[in-house]
């Protein structure tokens, strides 16, 4: 019999290694279950067709029309996802804008918009400037404080001038128009020399 106990001893190591094992296993699958349910809930949990969303201040007054075609909610992160965005900016303190794109997310419960794909901004000529459009893959909107800014290739269209570059940052209550790491810069007489000094100094260029 004690020749046979370190036999019975091993055998009975090997099945406790083999149920450790199954539990192991078992453990991983139920932890895969979960991480599956965490990444499911980052799925839209409310979406609709063609649609219109109006922000207001705390007035009531509108400051932004935005449709399009389909609009998806997700809950992780609390963002918006749009397709064929429209978004019309009507601020009464700041000039009208127009944005459009391939699709748009709404972020910081509206404060940021970003448009991207083929994204373009125009802003209609004013009694102070010429129009304006802006065109580049990825434009972000900070609705509150007016600023249009890009990190990718933008260009500038500004009356009959046209800017181009890597960056650039617009400001939409003041007018002024900065494009960094600038590739081609044409400016029109017309646009420095049209009836106000100031056209001259809403252009900047940088090079970074």
């Known amino acids: 019999m004690k020749d046979k106990f370190p036999t019975i001893l091993a055998f009975g190591l090997l099945i406790l290694l083999v149920i450790a094992t199954w539990w192991a296993s078992e453990y991983a699958k139920k932890s895969i279950t979960v991480d599956t349910a965490v990444v499911k809930k980052n799925k839209p949990d409310a979406w609709t067709g063609n649609f219109k969303m ?5 007035k009531g007054n509108a400051i932004n029309r935005l449709k399009g075609t389909r609009i998806d909610h997700f809950p992780q992160g609390d963002f918006y996802i749009i397709d064929n965005p429209n978004l019309i900016g009507q601020n009464i303190d700041t000039p009208r804008t127009i944005g459009t794109a ?7 419960n509206g404060d940021l918009i970003i448009l991207d794909g ?5 802003r209609p000529a004013t009694d102070k400037q010429p129009n304006i459009k802006i065109e580049s893959d990825k434009l972000e909107i900070h609705t509150k404080t007016g600023i249009i800014e890009t990190k990718t290739e933008v260009v500038v269209h500004h009356g009959e001038s046209i800017l181009k570059g890597v960056g650039m940052k617009f400001d939409n209550n003041t007018g002024l ?5 600038n590739s081609g810069v044409e400016i029109s007489p017309d646009d420095l020399n049209k009836g106000l ?12």
Do not use: G
Request: hydrophobic share 35%; net charge positive; aromatic share 2%.
């Open 177 to 181: 128009l900065n494009v960094m790491n």
């Open 102 to 108: 391939t699709k748009a997310q709404v972020l910081e």
């Open 197 to 208: 000094p100031e056209n001259k100094k809403r252009f900047k260029t940088e090079l970074r």
């Open 118 to 122: 083929n994204a373009v901004v125009n």
């Open 54 to 58: 109006i922000t207001s201040d705390e």
